[in-house]
């Protein structure tokens, strides 16, 4: 299987080539069921943007929201 | 005068009249859990004018892994973190005026808490308590300085410490119910005491500087971190921080005043406002339906049916050893007859 190197809040990932949006990325990452802040190489990403293709070498921030403290 | 707070002084960015300005902050810590234990310590140790911190619950052994301002004793003792947290706090340092106090925060005593406070800390340990908090300060027109943190994951978001900036509320749209419970997962001492560290960080600079409003996060296990300008998301028609705001979570009222504690098999029912209990008319009440009872100024506590129930002056009670409202009415019931 080929991978896809991808950058994920500061960390170099390898994800399988299938992995082609934002949303897909999401769901691999186990988190797309999370209230989420997503930002693709910087540019901040509307809710409806998740569609969103990811590339080799693409630089993604996720932050999501958590309840305890 | 003396040298408390010379090495803080020292630095630049805050010097002698950054100091000053600290001197005469008045903060409210939202819950002494494990964030409010950690940004208690610091904010009083920094040299604060007045410190209110304020909880619901009584600390228990599974807390002090984590929750830096309690003991052993404390746990024996059946103390409330509130109380606690107030007595160790003051003896740290006798400068700033401390004030604990048991209470369950809501929609119907939040707005008349924060008053007299300049800026409120997030301790809490649940999204629905934040959304409160977000509505009340914005509101009020003071800063919020929002901190979670679950795993070896935090998240930090100061709202409020800068014109056009969104809220809380425009970052979540809709709160899914799932988030409406708390995480259960398990959590490490250093995360907490970073995200801590970003919260009270944003605190100095938002007195003696300028707080940039960025959601952050950082995960010491993966050393994953991120941070985000979200300026962007600020809603024109946000309902909590718009010229046209209503504050939906200050509208919610008593209705649920019935909860299941976070990540515990305890639930906490609440009479009404008229009903307070009498701690020590209640053990003498309850005195031969129950074992290993035990009262003290906050709290009266006994087994009852292999459940632990806690009596809090406010009118509160947890029932412990289960996470069903309808077996803990019914034990409520069958005790108070
Ligand atoms: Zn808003």
Known sequence: MTLKIVEVN???????????????????????????????????????????????????????????? | MNEKYSRQELFAPIGKSGQEQIRRLKVLIMGAGALGSASA???????????????????????????????EQDVIDRLPKAISAQNRLVA?????????????????????????????????????????????????????????????????????????????????ETLPSHMMTCDTAGVISPVVVTTAARQVAAVLKYKTGEVTPKLQSVDLWTEEHASIDVSSFKKVDCPSCSSMA????????????????CGRDTVQLTFPPTRQFE?????????????????????????FQDHRIVFFRDGRLLVHGTKDVTVARKLTAALLG
Not at chain 2, 44 to 50: H, I, M, P, Q
Not at chain 2, 146 to 171: D, E, R, W
């Open chain 2, 92 to 172: 740290i340092n006798s400068d700033v005026a401390v004030t604990g106090i048991v209470m369950d925060v809501s929609a119907t005593n939040v707005e008349e808490l924060i008053k007299g406070h300049d800026l409120v800390v997030d301790g809490t340990d649940n999204m629905e308590i934040r959304l409160l908090m977000n509505d009340a300060t914005r509101k009020a027109g003071i800063p919020f300085f929002m901190g979670a943190c679950v795993g070896s994951y935090g998240v930090t978001f100061p709202i409020g410490v800068k014109q056009n900036q969104p809220c809380l509320h425009c970052l979540i």
């Open chain 2, 279 to 303: 701690l020590a008319e209640v053990a003498v009440a309850i005195e031969g339906k129950v074992t290993e009872l035990k009262h003290n100024d906050y709290v009266t506590v006994c087994l």
């Open chain 1, 10 to 69: 500061g960390v170099t990932r390898e994800v399988p080539e299938d992995v082609q949006s934002v949303d897909h990325l999401l769901k691999h990452l186990g988190i797309a069921e999370r209230i989420l802040i997503v930002e693709l190489n910087r540019t901040i990403l509307e809710k409806n943007a998740y569609d969103q293709p990811i590339h080799n070498r693409d630089q993604i921030e996720i932050i999501h929201f958590v309840g305890g403290g």
């Open chain 2, 246 to 261: 209503t504050y939906p979570f200050l509208q919610l009222g008593a209705a649920t005043r019935t909860a299941v504690l």
């Open chain 2, 41 to 71: 310590e610091m904010l009083v140790r920094a040299g604060v004018r007045k410190l209110t911190i304020v909880d619901r619950d009584m600390i228990e052994w599974s807390n002090l892994h984590r929750q830096q301002l309690y003991t």
